[in-house]
């Protein structure tokens, strides 16, 4: 939301410590919004609503002077523009009910939760959005500031102020449930939002949100794993099923986009949403290798399932001999076919099965990279572990094992081919294509693929004409473009992330630090202090 309008807030309470937590529960300044000095009375907030120019108000219904409701009563009169709601105990649900009539949006219930207020504020950009020439803007604000926060509930243990969740979801506080849709390729759903994260994040949002038919439930997407959406609601295990299968049969019209559902049981309060996202991830671990959508819910699988080990110590110790002997034959041989890597989705593997395999290979590499080629070594098998990961991912076993042929090309001997002119003209277009499209979804196959020319082939010729291997080409590109959008730009992190190809900003972060020694974060502190 650069150079555009701070929305400012004003808070009314008679009580000093409720004006404090409120004020400080939310960072505004994140989401271009200000939170003014708070009044202590009705008739503080008449005589500053001229000077200051609300667009937000939040007011106790019980306070000296002027009370909530003839505020609220005044304010719909001389100032209609004002979106407004109040805040009050149990005990005044009666009185409070005037307030509806007076124009307030939302009726808040003490003690007001940080999750609350940020419905409430959210609620409240929406309705002015509608109003507004730049009402995208704003609910991508909205959208923004509703991920933010309820992403915070399931990466920190603790949250502060949120004790449990109130009725003003129309929620009861506990017997929630939860659903993670995990789209794992996300990069399929819209090529040209690449440039607007928040977008595309608001539209597959609002999908999900039309399709559950739940005005009451909350969705949100993980601000650091892009293609994680969450809904928590009170629906049931049967009706989130039916839900899901809507959003699935939805989906099924944009080409090769997979998704996976977890759904857990109605057993947890917003307070321990964290361990609900956490058995999630434990479902989602159960799905089977394959390109097709699965629906899982939680007591619908075993859930002691034995992981069965596909790579034994045998083939450990003849991958090694291979390595040091430098034949890339036995070792392509070894990864792929002795392990059945090369038909995991066939033989029914498990995600959990695969991510655990190329794991145990990644880690026989690196101790071989290190020794072979010391730590630069090391540090371009980290590199190609990420890209293998991301494969993984994309529950794509082509791309898994040609990221791994990639890896043992990159350990092997160098060999000199001699490739023709038309062959190092391909390198060169392939080199330019990366340049121009590093935003894209880019791997060894895909680009194998779209210039004509075996995977393999592709990554020996590549690795000899431009002197690394074409995965660590596509990741040293991304990590100038991020850089450089660090330096000159004021851009989110999470964004930037994504505007270089990368939907999960945890991997992203990993990646950032591996190539230049430290943490985004810390590289666009040191950005900002060189200036």
Avoid at 7 to 16: F, N, V, W
Avoid at 47 to 53: I, K, N, S, V, W
Avoid at 130 to 158: G, H, P
Avoid at 258 to 264: G, H
């Amino acid at each position: 939301m650069t150079a555009k309008k701070i929305y400012k807030i004003l808070i009314a309470d008679d009580e000093y410590w409720t004006r404090e937590k409120l004020c400080h529960m939310i960072a505004w300044e994140k989401y271009s919004l200000e939170c003014l000095e708070p009044a202590k009375d009705g008739e503080e907030v008449l005589e500053r609503l001229a000077d200051e120019q609300v667009d937000i108000l939040i007011t106790d219904i019980n306070m000296p002077f002027v009370n909530g409701v003839e505020l609220l009563s005044k304010l719909k009169e001389s100032y209609p523009e004002v979106v407004a709601f109040v805040i009050s105990g149990y005990d005044d649900f009666d009185y409070v009910k005037e307030s509806f009539m007076s124009g307030s949006v939302n009726y808040l219930v003490k003690p007001v939760t940080k999750i609350d207020l940020v419905n409430a504020i959210v609620k409240a950009l929406q309705i002015i959005g509608e109003r507004e020439n730049e009402k995208l803007q704003l609910l991508k604000a909205a959208s923004l500031i509703q991920d933010r926060e309820y992403s915070q509930l399931i990466t920190e243990r603790k949250a502060p102020y949120v004790p449990g969740i109130s009725n003003n979801n129309g929620m009861e506080p506990a017997g929630l449930s939860f659903m993670m849709i995990k789209i794992h390729n996300l990069h399929i759903l819209d090529k040209c939002s690449r440039s607007d994260k928040n977008l595309l994040s608001y539209k597959i949002k609002k999908e999900i949100s039309r399709l559950s038919r739940d005005e009451n439930a909350v969705v949100f997407n993980h601000i650091y794993r892009s293609n994680e959406f969450i809904m928590i609601t009170s629906k049931g295990e049967k009706e989130l099923t039916r839900t899901a299968e809507k959003i699935r049969i939805f989906f099924q019209k944009y080409q090769d986009v997979c998704l996976t559902f977890c759904i857990t049981a109605p057993s947890y309060s917003i307070d321990s949403v964290d361990r609900a996202y956490r058995d999630a991830v434990t479902l989602l671990m159960t799905r089977k290798f394959q390109k097709i959508d699965e629906i899982i819910v939680s007591g619908g699988q075993p859930g002691s399932q034995k992981m069965a080990s596909h790579f034994n110590g045998e083939q450990e110790k003849q991958l090694k001999r291979a390595l040091k002997s430098g034949n890339e034959e036995l070792a392509a041989k070894t990864v792929l076919e002795e392990s059945g890597l090369s038909r995991c989705a066939e033989k029914g593997w498990t995600y959990i099965e695969v991510k655990q395999t190329v794991k145990r290979l990644m880690n026989i590499f690196a101790d071989f990279a290190a020794e072979a080629f010391g730590n630069k070594g090391l540090a371009d098998i980290e590199n190609l572990s990420d890209s293998v990961d991301k494969a993984v991912e994309y529950l794509d076993e082509q791309q898994v094992c040609a990221a791994l042929l990639d890896t043992i090309d990159y350990l092997a001997p160098e060999s000199r081919t001699s490739p023709n002119a038309t062959m190092k003209g391909i390198v060169r277009e392939v080199a330019e294509y990366i340049d121009a499209h590093y935003y894209e979804e880019l791997s060894l196959v895909s680009l194998a693929a779209d210039f004509h020319v075996e995977s393999s082939y592709l990554s020996k010729v590549f690795r000899q004409e431009i002197g690394e291997t074409l995965i660590l080409y596509i990741t040293r590109k991304r990590m100038e473009k991020a850089k450089n959008y660090m330096r000159n730009s004021e851009t989110n992190l999470t964004e930037i992330a994504f505007m270089v190809g990368y939907d999960d900003y945890t991997y992203f972060s990993r990646v950032f630090k591996k190539n230049t020694g430290v943490s985004p974060r810390e590289y666009r502190n040191r950005c900002l202090e060189g200036n």
